[in-house]
């Protein structure tokens, strides 16, 4: 356990070394005074004033117009958090099985599954804070400006990090197989941005052709590809105070995490260096 | 004890899809006893590094066993009592050298109060307690393999593998690393180096082996391997010119003829004292007879040549 938290402690002060947190604490700090500014600029007296000659219900129409707010947070926030975050975080794995570093990683009493668990908390606990940071900022902010405190937007600092998790598995296989940062990098943005928005639409896709190949194809792959796009779905239905109705990306995106780590064990425990 | 012992080690790399096999290491046997310096020598890629690699568990052999410290090489937890200074090592840049060696000092399961104490004892033994708050990245290559040395030893091993530790270091770190292994040797710590500075591995070696193309070629003392058994240095108190020594000896191989000596290549000691017989028969004074020693390195390059020789046939 001592060598995981080793490990773990070392790839998060390889993220300050490499200026990752500042980078990422710079761009949340930036966001969060533009919204500080943003909302500075609504006037609320007469935003509630005009809600209530309206509606008479002033509560929650307010909490209609934050929804809405949170919504249009929450839909770049996780897909602009996730970006930066596998930018960042693909550098983990080929930075350490460089020649040298490696020799002298392996020859200490620490085995190699050790190594990719340290490097997995390592590289998730960076994303968290940093979601967590900006998160809870935004929160903060709505929170008094608006009067709104639900606690259920910072559901969305969990469920982006585990989307962060899910991709992060494969960025750490990659890294392994390949020992490239710009492929790790690329494939995971392929996954990410192209292949499951596409799969979360094979239904309608399966519409438009009548397919049965096809159909099978879209079928193994829905259930292989970690579902990131179901996932912000469902992040931004929490964030709004919404329920889970849906277990299964959930389910089948943890299942793809746990594979890919033992896998990325496997391998990296049989490879020379 | 041995610390080390290997039996019948292959190891062959293969490129994907089989295309290409490399035989880094065939059957190799080697024991390695506890409290000795031991020199690996050999050409580039005659399968030094891979054969520590093994022995460390960052490649894997494709056949055979290898024990280290009586434990097998694949238990990690063995690596607790030995120190390991690779070719070519690389800390994380944004570390300083103090840093380096917390690192490693935990990674290696020493406890934080032993750490403290041989911190400072280490950079000052390798002289780097000045740069102890510099970042490695602005380190030179000789500090460097001192630092990669004080890491080696953060564990206080009982093995110490040290591949190329002079590498890049001056005339006068050299010599302070060669008093930093000799002080550990007189402490009872086994030495394992690759090196490719022969004069150097001779000067601190109780034992040397021999690589070539992943077979080990020879291995015994330095003394044994630098003492040419079959080849004598005779010196006369006659004076003699080259065709004297022919004339009596015209059936012996007989070399570098001076006006008062030669060297004199027989098969046993028989024949030696043939030799001797025949000499003083003929009234020729004799002065000394002495085994002809070569160096490390001209005994190295001779039997590289002879077995590239031999493979090549």
């Not at chain 1, 940093?130 to 998160?135: G, Q």
Request: proline share 3%; charged share 20%; glycine share 8%.
């Amino acid at each position: 356990m001592n060598n995981v938290f080793e490990i773990t402690k070392q790839t998060i002060r390889e993220a300050f070394a490499r200026k990752i947190f500042i980078m990422f604490a710079g761009i949340s700090s930036l966001i969060l005074i533009l919204f500080a500014v943003a909302f500075a600029s609504i006037g609320l007296e007469d935003l509630s004033g005009s809600i209530q000659v309206e509606t008479g219900q002033n509560r929650g129409v307010m909490e209609e117009v934050v929804g809405g707010i949170k919504l249009f947070i929450v839909v770049p926030l996780f897909g602009g958090g996730l970006f930066l975050s596998i930018f960042s975080a693909s550098s983990f794995i080929p930075n350490m099985l460089e020649k040298g570093s490696i020799d002298v990683l392996l020859s200490k009493p620490i085995s190699r599954a050790q190594i990719i668990h340290g490097k997995f908390l390592g590289g998730t606990f960076v994303v968290f804070t940093n979601i967590a940071y900006l998160v809870l900022g935004i929160w903060l902010l709505i929170g008094l400006k608006f009067g709104v405190w639900d606690p259920s937007f910072l559901i969305t600092i969990f469920t982006i990090t585990f989307a962060f998790a899910v991709l992060y598995g494969l960025i750490i296989l990659i890294g392994i197989l390949s020992q490239s940062s710009i492929l790790a990098m690329m494939l995971t943005y392929l996954i990410f941005f192209i292949l499951s928005p596409i799969l979360n639409m094979r239904e309608q896709i399966l519409l438009l052709s009548d397919n049965k190949v096809l159909e099978i194809i879209l079928d193994i792959l829905y259930y292989i590809v970690p579902k990131t796009s179901e996932l912000g779905s469902i992040t931004s239905d929490l964030a709004v105070g919404g329920s889970l109705y849906d277990y299964q990306p959930i389910f089948t995106s943890a299942i793809f995490l746990i594979l890919t780590l033992a896998l990325s064990i496997i391998i990296f425990s049989k490879k020379d260096y | 004890m041995n610390t080390v012992e290997v039996s019948n080690l292959t190891k062959i790399y293969e490129s994907p899809y089989k295309k290409r096999r490399v035989t880094a290491l065939k059957d190799f046997d080697l024991k390695v006893s506890e409290g000795t310096v031991f020199g690996l020598l050999g050409p580039n890629g005659a399968g030094k590094t891979t054969l520590v690699k093994i022995l460390l568990g960052i490649v894997f052999q494709t056949l055979g066993s290898a024990k280290v410290l009586g434990k097998n090489i694949s238990n990690h937890e063995v690596r607790k009592q030995i120190g390991y200074l690779p070719e070519n090592h690389k800390f994380p840049p944004y570390l300083n050298g103090e840093d380096v060696l917390r690192y490693v000092g935990r990674l290696s399961g020493v406890s934080k109060q032993k750490i403290d104490q041989r911190t400072g004892e280490l950079l000052a033994l390798v002289k780097m307690d000045k740069w102890r708050k510099t970042k490695v990245k602005k380190y030179s290559k000789g500090m460097m393999q001192r630092l990669g040395l004080a890491q080696a030893l953060i564990n206080d091993p009982t093995l110490l593998f040290l591949d190329e530790p002079t590498d890049g270091v001056d005339p006068i770190g050299r010599k302070e690393i060669r008093d930093i292994l000799v002080r550990l040797k007189n402490e009872g710590k086994t030495i394992f180096i690759n090196s490719h500075l022969l004069s150097e591995v001779e000067l601190i070696s109780d034992r040397v082996a021999i690589l070539n193309k992943g077979e080990l070629i020879r291995e015994g003392t330095v003394e044994d391997l630098t003492t040419d058994k079959e080849t004598y240095s005779i010196s006369l108190a006659t004076e003699i010119t080259e065709d004297i020594i022919k004339e009596v000896l015209p059936e012996f191989s007989v070399d570098k003829i001076t006006s008062h000596g030669f060297e004199l290549k027989v098969n046993n000691e028989e024949e030696l004292n043939i030799c001797i017989d025949k000499l003083r028969a003929t009234g020729l004074m004799i002065k000394s007879i002495v085994h002809v020693k070569m160096s490390l390195e001209d005994m190295f390059i001779s039997l590289i040549n002879e077995s590239d020789k031999a493979k090549n046939e």
